[in-house]
């Protein structure tokens, strides 16, 4: 999509050194170093928490002690559907 080459960097950092002079250049690499390591370190941050949710997530859906959803309110826990002549034992053939 968007591509940098190294000729393309090469010339924005000599029109920056023409720009800023060999004076300023410096103190503001070092501030955009700072500024990309803090975004690196948050961008880590964020996906260890994700990860961390996920796998609490994961053990409390799909664990062996997964918790079953209740039954419905208009049938108690164990019923069966009543039986009905459309629904009745097939006989055998």
Known sequence: ????????????LGIA???LGPEKLPKLANQVGRWA?????MARQL???LDEEVEVI??????????RPPPPADKPA???PPDDESTGP???P
């Open 37 to 41: 390591g803090r975004a690196r370190a």
């Open 1 to 12: 999509m968007f591509e940098v080459g190294f000729t393309e960097i090469i010339l924005i």
């Open 90 to 92: 097939t006989p055998p």
């Open 47 to 49: 996906r260890q928490q």
């Open 78 to 80: 164990g019923a069966t």
């Open 58 to 67: 994961s053990k409390d859906d799909f664990g062996p002690g997964a918790r």
């Open 17 to 19: 050194l023409l720009v």
